[in-house]
Every structure is written in C-alpha cells, then in structure tokens.
C-alpha cells in the first residue's frame, strides 16, 4: 500500500554487518520486520545478524548474536509474537550495560543495528547511539578492547523501526504491530456486543494501550462505543454526569447495549486514574445498567499480523538497510515512519523528543498540547468520534437554512467499510441537523423502486437504523452496478421529487464513473447541480485519485487468511506450489500487497502480464529452491495470479505448467478465493478510515451551503473524490481526476503508485524477473 524509496542500495564502503534486534512488549509483525532486514542486507551483499531477546542478548552478547541465512527467516511473515525474542532489559537502562552491549557488538564486528521496539526501545537506541564514542573510548580506557579493534566501530549505525501494539511513537501514524491489536480487540468487542445486546447490558472494556489512547479511540471509532478514556484527553471534570447522560441518550433512542471502553492509562482532568470498577458502578447505579467489565489483556497481543502490519513490517525493514547503506558518519539516525501511506524517514532524536514531550504535556496537564504532538489523523479521529456520539446536542446542530438533505448511495461491488461510513455519515447529518436520505440498491434502485408501496428506495435514516451497521459487511442499503446514464431522466425527477441537496457516493469504479457521469450531465439537467463527494470503495484499490479505497484492506485480510491456510496445506505436503487467483481487475495492487504480505514467489499482475519466459525462469528458481532445502522445509509457495494477468496463461494453465514441467521434482495445484476476498467483518482499517472519511466528506459538502446552483456547477471541487495521495488525505476535483489520471479502458489509475513494489516482492523471494525479449527458451 505504501510508497517506498526504491533506490538500489549503495554499498559506501565494504561489507557491512547488520543486526536486527526486537525490543519492548512483543507486536505483531516483528517477525515479519527481521525477515525483510535479514533478506534485504543478504541481498544487498551484507551480512545480516540477529540479537535474541531485545537488550538482554546485546548486554549478555556470545550465542545471543547469531548470524542469519536466508532460509532462517523462511516462513516469519505469518507468525505472531517476535521468533528471536524479546525483553524488558534493566541492565541496558544503565551505563555498564550498555558498555557492555557496545563492546559485544563490536566482538561480532556488527556495524549497524536495526531495533524495532516501541517508544521505550527507541528512547535506549537513541542514548546508545549518542552515547557510542564515549562508549568506545571507556571500553579503550578500561583495557575491554584495544585502540585497532574498536577503530572500525567509530560510528554507531542505528535504524529505529517502530515495533509495539501501542502506537504510542510520535511522527508516525501507525506502529508496527498496532493494527493487529485493533483487529483483536474490535473481534472482541464486536463479540462482547452480541451478548450486551442480548441482555440489554453494560460493558466496560479495557484495552492495552499503556500511556496512550490510540487502540482505545480507534476501536471506539470503530466499534461504535458509547463513551472513550483516553489519557491524552481527559473527560471533563464533570465526566461522571457526562458519561451517564451520553448512556441514558443513546439508550432513550433505542440502544439495547452500552460498551464503554477505557485505555488502562485513562486519568481524569487532575491525573486521578479512571479504573473500569468506577466507570461499572456508575453505570449500574446512576443508569440502572446490568454491567460487567472486561478486561482483555495480553489477548491483545496475541496471533499473526494482519495484512496492514505485514506489508509496513516489509516495506519499513526494506527501508531500514537502504538508510543503514546510505548513511554517513554524519547522517542523523532515522526512525522509518509512515504518514498516510508514504514510508518516510524522520529523525530518531527528534521522533524519541517529540514522543517524550507527549508525556510531559500530559504529566502538566496540558492535554491540549498532548493531543497535537500525537499525529493530525489522531485528533481527526477525535472529533470524528465526538460529532457521532453528540446526536441530538442543540449546540451542535446548523441554522435551518444550512440544514440538508443528503442522499446517500451504494455504487458497484460489496466492500468492507461500506456501512460503516453510511452509519458515520448519518450520525454527522444528524448531529449537524441534516438529514440522512438512503438511496437503496444503487440508481437502478432509485429509478426503479423509488415510488413502491408501502416504502420506496429512497428512505431517511435514522441513528438507530445505522447505529449497528459499523460491524457489519457488504451493504446494508444495497449496492449495484447500474449506472445513472441508463435514465438520466428519471434519475434528475427523483432528485428533485425528493430533494437531494447534495449526494455522498461509496463505491469503486462504478461510482466513479457514476459521479462522473452526473458531473457532466449538470449542463443539461439542474437536479445535479448539487455538491457531490465519492468515497472511494472497493476491494480493487483501482480508483483513480487516490492511493486506498476502503475495502482494500479487508480484501487482502481476507486473502492473506486464506493464503496463510492455503501455505500450511503446501507445507505440509512438502514440494508442492499453489497458484492462487486474486480479484482486483485490471489492477495488480491486491495480488502485490498480499504477496509482500505472505512472501510469494512471485506476483503476476495485469500491469506486467505473463510470459512464458517469466514461467520458464521461475520454474527455474522452484527448482532451485525446491534442490536446496531437499524436502525438509517445512514453508509452502504460493504464486499470486491476478484474475486479469493474462487471458492464455489462466490460474489453471499456469499452475499445470508449474506441474508438467517440474521433471516430478514438486507438484502445483491452483485455488481461487474468489468473492471470499470481499471479507467478512470489516477490518478495523476499513472502518475507522471510513468514519473519518465520511465525516470529512460531509464537512466538504458543507462547504456548499447558501451557494446558487451554477455557482455549485461552476466550482470544480463540488464533484470531488476524497483520497489519499503519498503523506496526504485530502479531496481532488472529479473533473481533473478524469481527464488527467484515468485509465478508462483498463479501468484503473494511470500511474499506479505501487508497480515499483513487485520488485520488493522479488527481492525477498529471490526471484530474478526476466523481461519478455529476454529469450530462455
Ligand atoms: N531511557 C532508556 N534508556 C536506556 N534503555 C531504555 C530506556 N528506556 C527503555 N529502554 C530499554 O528498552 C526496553 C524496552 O522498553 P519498554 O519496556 O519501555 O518497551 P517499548 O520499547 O516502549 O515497547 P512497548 O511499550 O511496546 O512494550 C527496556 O527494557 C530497556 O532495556
Ligand atoms: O507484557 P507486559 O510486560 O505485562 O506489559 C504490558 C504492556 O505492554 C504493552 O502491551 C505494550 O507496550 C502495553 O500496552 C501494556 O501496558
Ligand atoms: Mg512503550
């Protein structure tokens, strides 16, 4: 998903010796971080080396600081926990510990050290790093090591990845690790909420998270709580009275269930911690409410990496040995963040400053600061989640002339995040005093079925309609591919009949064509002269103006479960290779990320398309893989075909070829997920980036208000997508995104921003690609 620097590493001088090491509470997707480390250094001609448990291993040195080989790493990308362990180490938080850790390092000649670990972890690396001449001179003194032998080890190489379930690290928006995290605590959440509605209960849900709210708000966000703690922003000193009257109105509305969920380093406004056993006496005795606490734990911690953490565990390991071959003496050492979905390198002082700098604030109490050195997207989230729990606030609502009636429609296929940015949408229309209008089954719904009886397509939704739709898949009010071309006439009537001021579009392709379409009919019919956004979703991720539509990232959790099982059949056979067929069109985005997240062999897209060249090499290089680990290994291959890759070479085609031409040494067998890649649930991802999107959405159509129907029309951004473009999110004009930057015939973005991340895929497989005039056979 994310853009990466893809310069071919440069080797300054020698050969270099890199350690990785992981450090801190263990996060889902270090061990996928310590493969791309291991195989970009040995495919970069380094040598690569792992230090086991965190600090402890470099403190204690000897056999805790091994050297890896490729086929060490084989198979890590689908683990949980870090496979070469991890500590908490109180010798290292003291000089000598780290005296002695430098002096180890420098025994196995490790010039650069990759530490994937959370703020604590980091806060170590970066006082080793500053800390190091010192080091190395006292070690000198002290007769640990002589003048020649620390000579080489002038200059510490250190590269942060930033590994914990917390998200808890300044000047990155997303943790290695803190996804997954979500993505179990929302499984449970979303569990818990079947059996609070059931009983009509209350429950209180504590999450992991130590100094930092981030899992709270975001799985507030996503599973639709009724009330957050967070350390960072306290509730107000009157929160108890708050609290109960936010319960007691979601409950007068209808709600059979209450789910408050509280970050385990959740204070009020004077740092007095705020402990689930109040929050549940509050509750039962202020509200009535029968409730109970949950207290999830390490659960938290537990299982494989989800598809987002995979792909930002490879991607950020990558970077990590391109900054440790690019860097100089005189090079800062980085941390690799992401902001949005651009891999970037920041400094590890400033990152380590900024992030302790969020504990002070909070520790004086200005929270106001604390929440703006967290990233901008945290306080967006914030308010997002504010506006949709403040229903029915006077305060909150629009003077009736800004007030709007917003249609809402489902366009093309099924995704994941769909109905909860209906349920978002609709929360902020009511909040603000708009009204939310469904247009059920997509236009064809609309031109249809608009007037039958007893209730037609087009419906308002109330709060409590939507109020359970987060969790859910596919699409409550109905999508469909039809297009608002095929009856344009009646389309613009029932835009006028019921008094659509503005339209809020959720789909793919068709969407985009849809609002397209509607965009240059505005010269003929006035109905469409209204403000119009389109959130981009679909499985595909083929929208162009923007880098992710929602129900991208739970297509590829799909698909990684699916592969994840598909790989341990291939293990357990031994010699054996499954071609597999992923959606996306014309588009390779789902087939390349899943493939970075599973490690494939290789990854066949449309953009690329199959040749027999490409099959012959890569037969070969089975071959080769299959001789050296002589049936022992234990890791099944899988190949990713894009349904499109090619019209000849089918899944089915490719995966006999594979077979036939193997000479008996492996066997292949093909599968298809199919429409399994639409998903289930939503994955957290697709359901927070669709409130928050949606809210702005609306915030942009807001925009509009008091302007003149041709004034709306002569405005290009009053048909305008919202996307995420490199570090940002913002909206683009449909206009501008349509002429310039679509692909129409293949249906997908002229420039796709991620093409270049095959050749990371390839990369860590060791597959060589071959290009089609290249004749090997
Ligand atoms: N100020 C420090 N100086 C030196 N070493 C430190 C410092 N802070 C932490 N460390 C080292 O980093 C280790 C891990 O730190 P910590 O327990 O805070 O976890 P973390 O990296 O923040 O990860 P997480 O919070 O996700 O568990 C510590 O056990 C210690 O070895
Ligand atoms: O696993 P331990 O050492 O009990 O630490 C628990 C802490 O670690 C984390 O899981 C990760 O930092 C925190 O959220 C939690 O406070
Ligand atoms: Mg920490």
């Keep these: 998903m994310a853009q990466v620097n893809l310069a071919p590493p440069q080797m300054p001088e020698g050969k270099k010796r890199i ?4 450090s801190g509470g263990d996060a889902p997707g270090m061990s996928g971080a310590v493969r791309a480390v291991v195989r970009q250094t040995i495919a970069s001609g380094c040598d690569a080396f792992a230090v086991y448990e965190g600090y402890e291993g470099l403190v204690q040195g000897g056999d805790m600081i091994k050297q890896m080989y490729w086929e060490d790493v084989r198979g ?4 949980g926990g870090t496979l070469i362990g991890t500590a908490r180490c109180m010798a290292f938080k003291e000089r000598p510990g780290r005296l002695q850790a430098a002096k180890n390092m420098i025994a196995k000649g ?26 190395v001179q006292e070690l000198v003194e002290k007769k640990m090591c002589t003048a020649e032998e620390v000579e080489p080890f002038k200059h510490l190489n250190v590269v942060g990845l930033v590994g914990s379930i917390d998200n808890d690290m300044s000047s990155t928006d997303a943790t290695i690790g803190c996804y997954s995290s979500l993505q179990r605590i929302c499984q449970a959440v979303d569990f818990i909420d079947a059996t609070a509605f059931s009983h009509q209960r209350a429950f209180v849900i504590e999450v992991m998270g130590r100094h930092c709210g981030w899992l709270a708000l975001m799985a507030g966000v996503s599973c639709g709580a009724d009330f957050v703690f967070l350390p960072e922003n306290p509730p107000s000193t009157d929160w108890e009275k708050d609290m109960c009257d936010i319960v007691k109105k979601h409950r007068t509305l209808g709600k059979r269930k209450t789910i408050v969920i509280v970050a385990e380093g959740a204070h009020d406004r004077d740092l007095n911690p705020i402990k689930p056993s109040k929050v549940k006496d509050l509750l039962s005795n202020e509200v009535g409410l029968d409730t109970r606490v949950t207290t999830l734990g390490h659960v938290q911690r537990g299982g494989t990496a989800c598809a987002y953490d995979r792909m930002l565990a490879t991607l950020q390991g990558v970077e990590a040995v391109k900054a440790v071959l690019e860097a100089t003496p005189e090079t800062p050492s980085p941390v690799i963040c992401i902001v949005e979905n651009k891999i970037v390198r920041k400094s590890l002082l400033d990152a380590v400053a900024l992030t302790h700098k969020v504990a002070d604030a909070i520790e004086s109490k200005d929270f106001g600061t604390a929440m703006k050195l967290r990233d901008a997207e945290f306080t967006e989230y914030f308010n997002a989640y504010n506006i949709m729990t403040s229903t029915e606030k006077e305060e909150m609502k629009l003077p009736q002339e800004k007030r709007l009636r917003v249609g809402i429609i489902h366009v093309g296929a099924p995704a994941g995040g769909m109905n909860a940015a209906t349920r978002a949408v609709t929360a902020y229309c009511l909040t603000r005093g708009h009204t939310p209008v469904a247009i059920h089954n997509g236009f064809p719904g609309l031109c249809r079925h608009h007037d039958d009886k007893p209730e037609g397509s087009v419906r308002e939704i109330s709060w409590l309609d939507a109020e359970n739709w987060g969790a ?10 039809g297009l608002p071309s095929e009856d344009f006439d009646t389309t613009a009537m029932c835009f006028e009949k019921y008094k659509i001021d503005a339209l809020f579009v959720v789909g793919g392709f068709e969407a985009f064509t849809a609002v397209s379409e509607l965009r240059k009919a505005r010269s003929k019919y006035d109905a469409f002269k209204i403000p119009m956004v389109i959130l981009p979703a679909t499985v595909s991720n083929n929208v162009p103006g923007t880098e992710y539509s929602i129900g991208s990232d739970t297509c590829l959790n799909a ?10 059949s291939a293990a357990a056979s031994r010699r054996r290779v499954f071609v597999v067929e992923t959606q996306g ?5 789902v087939a390349t990320i899943a493939g970075l997240s599973i490690g494939a062999v290789a990854v ?7 040749h027999l060249n490409m099959l012959a090499s890569d037969i070969k290089h089975l071959k080769e893989q299959f001789a ?8 099944g291959k899988i190949i990713l075909r894009n349904e499109k890759a090619s019209k000849t070479y089918t899944t089915e085609i490719v995966a006999n070829i594979i077979r036939e031409e193997s000479g008996g040494r492996f066997d292949s067998r093909f599968a298809v997920p199919g429409h399994v890649q639409q998903g289930g649930v939503p994955s957290p991802m697709d359901r927070v980036r669709a409130v928050r999107f949606g809210v702005k959405s609306l915030q942009h159509i807001e925009t509009f208000t008091g302007k003149s129907k041709d004034e709306i029309a002569a405005d290009p951004m009053s048909a305008a997508l919202i996307g995420v473009r490199g570090a940002k999110v913002g909206f683009s004009s449909m206009e501008k995104v349509e002429t310039e930057e679509t692909d129409w015939k293949d249906r997908r973005p002229k420039n796709e921003f991620w093409t270049d991340l095959t050749q990371i895929v390839d990369t860590l497989s060791g597959r060589k690609r071959v290009k089609k005039e290249e004749v090997l056979i």
């Design 559 to 568: 698909l990684i479960d699916y592969c994840d099982a598909i790989k341990q």
């Design 110 to 135: 490790i010039d650069a050290l990759v530490i994937c670990g959370g703020d604590g972890s980091l806060t170590g690396a970066d006082k080793f790093r500053g800390e190091w001449p010192s080091l």
């Design 585 to 589: 069109g014309a588009s390779g985005y």
């Design 628 to 635: 050296q680990d002589k049936g022992q290994n234990r890791s």
């Design 76 to 79: 890590w990308l689908s683990e």
């Design 19 to 22: 350690a990785v090491m992981t």
């Design 472 to 481: 859910k898949g596919g699409s409550e009010i109905g999508t469909n591919r």
């Design 604 to 610: 066949y897209t449309p953009e690329e398309g199959i």
